[in-house]
């Protein structure tokens, strides 16, 4: 049981997982996958329903949600990037009001600093601890069933393989040392207990029993449902190939050309492909649920619930197959809308629902109010030539508190922003404006088309929205000033 005689002020867990799909939640009311330990969060919570990455990639996302900056202040846009060390994280925030700061699991640094993290336990803890069994994870890793190039590099920092980007200065080691799989099952060749999420649950209540008398600011970052898509037995039992069913791509016609590029890249692996991601993601996610219930659980079992801030997000979304996509990469709300729980029960209120649009980037702002610390400052350890004087996220504590409230009267996530065809998006409660650089636009009203099917950009009716739309992108960045891009607005 924790000390009556520590800090007053609440300690912060932050349970993230990868690629989660805001829908597929039971407490959202869909039941493909249950998942009872994070609605056991949300019961004594609040879940935010319309809650927004900032940028539908690992490292973007994550890197924006620490500094409470956006891609387009940081530098830090796609999967390759690292983030700049003397940018300021939450974690240098609240490490500097007294707590202790750690990291269990992934973040997707791509290098060794710990950004403000005290105690980080990262991937390559858990790859010491399989010892030979790491060769099962070189070859899930090997065999992506939507990208067959993995089978000849294995590499994929994405799946800490290895967390250190560069660490190999040539080929993986495991190169030419796979095994081949033919996507007739998705078991995994790892025993339950050696998967890593399952490693990063176990450390991370070690961490609660050890820590239990201290403040402490903890991120336990699960893998899944992100690759590779090989649940346990158990899971990956519930969700065989053989039954899964692949969502109707629909008519793609009025979608821009780089979209459509990307379905039917998709839709030309084939159906068993397919059918195998889909059903690893699924049983990845059912798997996950599981190991989040065993962190929370033993907050519960230490008394620490009442004098903790929780909260349960991911980094982005995932199509799962809709509109023919798979993956993240787009501005469609499985993409950029992630799940969003935050709780603390006895003090912020319980199995409650906010509706206001919210950003993720908002969440460095909003613990520290919650926590009782300083807000954001600098948001640098050092000087940085052409860095933000403060950060671009806004707190949504006053919604955690009184979840009835109205939020901004719009959201923006960006995407590509190296890229041919950068892609940012505009969302109020009822429409969605995607200005894609250089190619076709998108407008889609969410209340009469929550399905993003039907294209409205060339409607000469809503012109005047897509208009409205336009200026409030260019209110909170105009795309003609990315100085990452090879193209211009148009």
Same mark, same amino acid.
């Given at each position: 049981?924790? =000390? ?20 597929? @939640?039971?407490?959202?009311?869909? *039941? ?6 994070? *609605? ?24 924006? @949600? ?12 796609? =999967? ?25 699991? +992934? @973040? ?41 190039? $993995? ?17 190999? *200065? ?12 033919? $996507?007739?099952?998705? %078991? ?18 070690? $961490? ?29 039992? +519930? ?21 459509? =590029? ?32 065993? %962190? ?23 199509? *799962? ?74 707190? $949504? ?64 009716? @809503? ?28």
């Amino acid at each position: 049981m924790a =000390n009556a005689t520590r800090s007053k002020r609440p300690n912060v867990l932050i349970i993230m997982t990868d690629q989660h799909r805001a829908d597929l @939640m039971t407490c959202e009311g869909r *039941d493909l996958v249950p998942t009872p330990n994070m *609605d056991r969060i949300a019961s004594r919570g609040v879940r935010f329903t319309n809650a927004y990455c900032p940028y539908p990639v690992c490292v973007a996302s994550r890197a924006a @949600m620490l500094t409470g900056l956006y891609a387009h202040s940081t530098g830090a846009i796609n =999967n390759s990037d690292r983030l700049d060390w003397r940018f300021r994280t939450m974690a240098n925030h609240f490490a500097a009001q007294g707590y202790l700061t750690g990291l269990i699991g +992934k @973040m997707h640094f791509n290098d060794a600093h710990n950004h403000g993290f005290e105690y980080y336990l990262s991937i390559d803890d858990w790859l010491m601890y399989l010892g030979p069994k790491a060769r099962h994870y070189a070859n899930e890793v090997a065999n992506h069933p939507l990208s067959p190039g $993995f089978f000849e590099t294995v590499i994929d920092d994405g799946a800490g393989l290895p967390d250190v980007a560069d660490l190999w *200065d040539g080929p993986s080691p495991w190169a030419g040392a796979v095994e081949r799989f033919d $996507f007739r099952s998705v %078991v995994s060749g790892l025993d339950t207990e050696d998967h890593l999420d399952m490693f990063l649950a176990r450390e991370s209540a070690k $961490f609660l029993r050890r820590y239990a008398d201290q403040p402490f600011f903890l991120v336990t970052s699960f893998m899944k449902p992100h690759t590779p898509f090989y649940p346990p037995r158990e899971w990956a039992e +519930k969700y065989t190939i053989n039954e899964m069913e692949l969502p109707p791509v629909g008519d793609i016609s009025g979608y821009p050309k780089h979209i459509q =590029n990307r379905i039917h890249v998709f839709q030309d692996q084939g159906e068993a492909c397919l059918r195998a991601a889909r059903a690893g993601y699924l049983g990845n996610l059912a798997f996950v649920d599981t190991c989040v219930g065993l %962190v929370y659980r033993e907050l519960e079992a230490l008394g620490l619930a009442e004098d903790t801030i929780v909260v349960y997000t991911s980094d982005h979304g995932e199509m *799962d197959g809709d509109h023919g996509l798979f993956q993240k990469f787009c501005m469609f709300e499985p993409s950029v809308r992630v799940p969003l729980i935050v709780s603390r029960p006895g003090t912020l209120p319980e199995a409650a629902v906010a509706e206001a649009l919210t950003e993720l980037i908002g969440l460095y702002p909003t613990l520290a109010e919650l926590a009782g610390c300083e807000p954001p400052g600098a948001t640098t350890l050092v000087e940085v030539p052409g860095a933000p004087a403060s950060i671009d996220a806004s707190s $949504f504590a006053p919604v955690v508190r009184d979840p009835a409230l109205e939020g901004p009267p719009a959201v923006f996530s960006e995407h590509n922003l190296r890229g041919a065809i950068a892609e940012y998006m505009v969302r109020t409660k009822r429409y969605k404006y995607v200005h894609n650089q250089g190619a076709t636009h998108e407008l889609y009203d969410e209340q009469a088309d929550p399905g993003e099917r039907r294209n409205l950009i060339a409607e000469p009716a @809503m012109k005047p929205v897509a208009d409205e739309l336009r200026a409030r992108l260019s209110a909170w960045y105009e795309p003609a000033s990315n100085p990452w891009g090879s193209q211009r607005a148009t």
